[in-house]
Every structure is written in C-alpha cells, then in structure tokens.
C-alpha cells in the first residue's frame, strides 16, 4: 500500500497543481499566479494540506477557510484526483480539517460538490452534510443573441426616468461605490434562495473584495438610476476573467421597490451589449441558485442554456 502523508501547502511548490484542480472542481480557470495572490489576501483565516505519496506526488488536498465574518463558520474544497480514489485519502484529509475545525470550534463547515458527480455528493452525505442550495451554471451564445427586440424596453424606461449608465460614466467615485454596495448588498440578500446572508461584512470589505480587484472594470458595472428620486434601482456587473475565452456576469439584480418592471431584462441586456462590443466576447456565462426563478426566467428568454453546477451542502455541528 502506496504510503501517505500529509504536510502544509507551499505556494512556489504546489499552486501550481493546486490551481489545475481548483479548475476541475470550478469549472472555471484558475492560474498559478492567481491563485497565489488569493491566497496572500486570506492566508491568516485560512490553512491548506496537501496528501503526498512516496514518491512525492501530490495526491490530494484541502483548503480550509474561517469566514470573514460569520462567526463559527468554516468553508472548504476537499479533492482526491480520480486516479488515486479509492485508497483511503480523501478519509485522511477530511479526518484531520475536521480536527482542525473542532479544536476551532466551527458551529458549521460548508462545501460545494459538482452535481453531476454522485459520488462527491455521497462522501459528503456520509460524513453527515445536507444539500443548502443548488447552483448551476447558464451560457449564451453571443454571436447568435439578438439584442434588438430589447431596444424598445429600454427606450421605455429611460423615458420613464430611468438613466442607464455605468460606474466609469460616474467617475468610480467612493460615494457612487458605496451606493453600488448598497444596491449589491440589498438585492443579493433579498434573491430568492439566498435567504437574506449578506456577502460582505461592510462597504470596505466590499470596496477590498470588489472594487479594488483585478477583475474589476468600472464600464462594465452597469448601473440604472431613478432621475425622479436619484435611487439606484438597477445592476449588472460583467468581466472577462483572467484566462477566460468568455465573459463573465458576476451578478445581476433589482432593487426590491423596482420589481416586476423588466428592469432586469434592460439593465443584463445592456452588460450583454458591453461585453460584446468593449470584452470582444463570444459568449457569456452566469451562475444562479435554483430557487432564483425570475432570473432564472429572464436568461432563458435571452436565450441562455443551463450547464452544470454544484449542491452547496452543510453540516451543523451540534
């Protein structure tokens, strides 16, 4: 029997590796580089092991993250090449992050598995998990998306007052960011499925995790504004990630007042047309969880098609 051991990550030495796997169980390019510059930002809540075998391969790892500010709760990535399953190292990895989370005291540890991998989901049920929510991933084909038929639902609401703009028209300022954290924070909290958790602690987690990230352009976050009352009613916030052959459209969302007044549909349509004309992109991909059914709706109407996801799965610790 091969022999296992388990030391601490070392980034010059296994991101490398690190990253291809994260890439596998994301579904999204992560990089070397990248994933050092992370881990830079989050290395003080955060411990990573990697499994080697004799001959001094990896064959596994975890990456163990405290919350940033949810007191008690711990998220990981837990992953055991397809080749070396079956020998006992995804048990010995789980083994030790969960001593590492009890001395801790973690009231709750969170992961996410790909859905379309049984097997994941039923180490995780073992070891007593239950599904949260289930989130999937939506693709366009932007060269065959049709934009036209939208122009005169634009064209209504900018008569009704609504101005669509961007963060760069505004100058990125930190009075118009912090209104863009305060439309981010209320309509993701309110999503249906997110069940009112908040993604950041405050506007200057947000100002850090967002706006001063590399992924962040101030033209493509798109925004929407009430004339009549200078409320932002509206946003999309689209990229092209590092490494990426497509864009990306972080997160779309309405102002709970503002509902029910294709708003969504207006402001997505006009992050679907900067991403085309100033990304270059050919397609766009955007995640959602099941419960999101009016976003859900507004994609497949623009055309998206569903691909595979992840089970976010949780386990209380009593």
Same mark, same amino acid.
């Given at each position: 029997?091969?022999?296992?051991?388990?030391?601490?990550?070392?980034? @010059?030495?296994?991101?490398?590796?690190?990253?291809?796997?994260?890439?596998?169980?994301?579904?999204?390019?992560?990089?070397? *580089?990248?994933?050092?510059?992370?881990?830079?930002?989050?290395?003080?809540?955060?411990?990573?092991?990697? &499994?080697?075998?004799?001959?001094?391969?990896?064959?596994?790892?975890?990456?163990?993250?405290?919350?940033?500010?949810?007191?008690?709760?711990?998220?990981?990535?837990?992953?055991?090449?397809?080749?070396?399953?079956?020998?006992?190292?995804?048990?010995?990895?789980?083994?030790?992050?969960?001593?590492?989370? @009890?001395? &801790?005291?973690?009231?709750?540890?969170?992961?996410?598995?790909? +859905?379309?991998?049984?097997?994941?989901?039923? =180490?995780?049920?073992?070891?007593?998990?239950?599904?949260?929510?289930?989130?999937?991933?939506?693709?366009? %084909?932007? %060269?065959?998306?049709?934009?036209?038929?939208? +122009?005169?639902?634009?064209?209504?609401?900018?008569?009704?007052?609504?101005? =669509?703009?961007?963060?760069?028209?505004?100058?990125?300022?930190?009075?118009?960011?912090?209104?863009?954290?305060?439309?981010?924070?209320?309509?993701? &909290?309110?999503?249906?499925?997110?069940?009112?958790?908040?993604?950041?602690?405050?506007?200057?987690?947000?100002?850090?995790?967002?706006?001063?990230? +590399?992924?962040?352009?101030? %033209?493509?976050?798109?925004?929407?504004? +009430?004339?009549?009352?200078?409320?932002?009613?509206?946003?999309? &916030?689209? *990229?092209?990630? @590092?490494?990426?052959? /497509?864009?990306?459209?972080?997160?779309?969302?309405?102002?709970?007042? /503002?509902?029910?007044?294709?708003?969504?549909?207006?402001?997505?349509?006009?992050?679907?047309?900067?991403?085309?004309?100033?990304?270059?992109?050919?397609?766009?991909?955007?995640?959602?969880?099941?419960?999101?059914?009016?976003?859900?709706?507004?994609?497949?109407?623009?055309?998206?098609?569903?691909?595979?996801?992840?089970?976010?799965?949780?386990?209380?610790?009593?």
């Amino acid at each position: 029997m091969t022999t296992i051991t388990l030391r601490p990550a070392e980034p @010059e030495k296994d991101f490398g590796v690190l990253a291809a796997w994260f890439t596998s169980i994301e579904d999204e390019p992560s990089t070397e *580089t990248g994933l050092k510059e992370y881990y830079q930002k989050v290395q003080e809540r955060v411990t990573v092991q990697v &499994a080697v075998d004799e001959a001094g391969a990896l064959a596994g790892f975890y990456w163990l993250s405290r919350h940033k500010f949810e007191a008690g709760r711990f998220d990981f990535s837990l992953f055991v090449p397809p080749e070396r399953r079956g020998e006992g190292i995804g048990r010995r990895l789980y083994a030790e992050m969960t001593a590492i989370s @009890e001395v &801790a005291q973690a009231a709750k540890l969170r992961a996410s598995v790909r +859905d379309d991998s049984p097997a994941d989901r039923a =180490f995780a049920e073992r070891r007593g998990f239950r599904m949260l929510r289930h989130h999937f991933m939506m693709g366009l %084909d932007l %060269d065959a998306f049709d934009d036209r038929p939208y +122009d005169a639902i634009i064209a209504r609401l900018e008569e009704e007052g609504f101005q =669509f703009t961007s963060m760069a028209a505004l100058g990125n300022t930190e009075e118009a960011q912090r209104k863009l954290y305060a439309l981010n924070d209320s309509a993701s &909290a309110s999503t249906p499925g997110a069940e009112g958790e908040h993604a950041w602690e405050s506007f200057e987690d947000f100002q850090k995790s967002v706006c001063q990230s +590399d992924w962040y352009k101030p %033209d493509g976050q798109i925004v929407v504004i +009430d004339t009549a009352t200078g409320e932002w009613a509206a946003m999309s &916030a689209i *990229t092209r990630l @590092e490494g990426n052959d /497509y864009a990306y459209n972080l997160f779309t969302g309405v102002d709970q007042r /503002y509902r029910g007044r294709k708003l969504g549909q207006a402001v997505k349509v006009s992050a679907l047309r900067f991403a085309r004309q100033a990304l270059g992109a050919h397609q766009v991909r955007t995640h959602h969880n099941m419960k999101n059914l009016p976003m859900i709706a507004i994609d497949k109407k623009l055309g998206y098609v569903q691909m595979p996801g992840t089970f976010l799965m949780e386990k209380v610790n009593n």
